[in-house]
């Protein structure tokens, strides 16, 4: 099974997935070891060393599967086929523009406090602040910053292990394309869902003094929404293949 450059390449990048997921948890670990003093947890990234062998471990599937899949020609028919050219242009397209969305505003924190004053008139406009996937990577919140890595992650199969699988495998690139779109897309959304579930979105609206009022907002931002269609879109094309598959299985078993 492991002599198949396909294989290889899938494997790359499940594990690629699984080291990241690794590397990013965090767990409860114990910080006192006095008896006699209460118990004191910390969160801690404790599974980190696995995490780098799982990614080791990945460059290695995916160099092998390159230098394997090298000794025979490459697969340039498959370019004639048009459903996997469109696919190949889907995925890297998808991935780009998911790898793009991390550099585009996620989350967007607003707040306006425009005080209005009978004598002075005064307007206050307010600040506006976007927090970029790569700031939530680097802020405080890590729960949230490490989920963002899996997009990182997501628009890396697309960039480079759906290219690579049509390349280097002649045949049964179905199957293992429609994981791969799977998978990327699994990851982006897991990304965004997971932001989306440990951000607070709330609108506040409340009156300062005498004709004062403040509103204050926070919404997802474009880099979010962006994200999320590529993930839509990279789902999509693996349910797309899959039921390919399964129409020209049930055509021959006919």
């Not at 697969?75 to 585009?104: E, N, Y």
């Amino acid at each position: 099974m492991f002599k198949k450059p396909g294989v290889l390449v899938c494997s790359s990048a499940f594990l690629l997935v699984l080291g990241t997921y690794l590397a990013t948890m965090e767990v409860p670990v114990r910080i006192t070891y006095d008896p006699a003093a209460a118990e004191q947890y910390d969160l801690m990234r404790a599974y980190l060393p696995f995490g780098f062998a799982l990614w080791i471990l990945a460059l290695l599937f995916l160099i092998y599967g390159i230098a394997l899949g090298m000794r025979k020609p490459l697969a340039i028919t498959q370019f004639r086929k048009p459903f996997c050219m469109i696919s190949l242009i889907v995925a890297v397209t998808l991935g780009f523009l998911a790898f793009a969305s991390t550099f585009l505003p996620w989350v967007i924190a607003e707040r306006t406090e425009p005080f209005i004053e009978t004598r002075e008139g005064t307007f206050n406009v307010g600040q506006h602040h976007a927090l970029t996937g790569v700031s939530l990577m680097t802020g405080t919140n890590n729960m949230v910053g490490d989920v963002v890595s899996l997009a990182f992650v997501g628009a890396i199969m697309g960039i480079l292990h759906i290219p690579l699988l049509t390349l280097l495998e002649r045949e049964k690139t179905g199957a293992m394309s429609s994981f791969l779109f799977l998978l990327s897309g699994i990851c982006i959304i897991g990304s965004v869902a997971l932001v989306y579930a440990h951000r607070i979105w709330w609108i506040d609206l409340r009156v300062d003094g005498a004709l004062g009022f403040s509103v204050m907002f926070e919404s997802p931002g474009v880099g979010f929404l962006i994200a999320t269609s590529c993930a839509i879109g990279l789902i999509a094309s693996g349910l797309i293949t899959i039921i390919k598959l399964a129409r020209q299985h049930m055509r021959g078993v006919g």
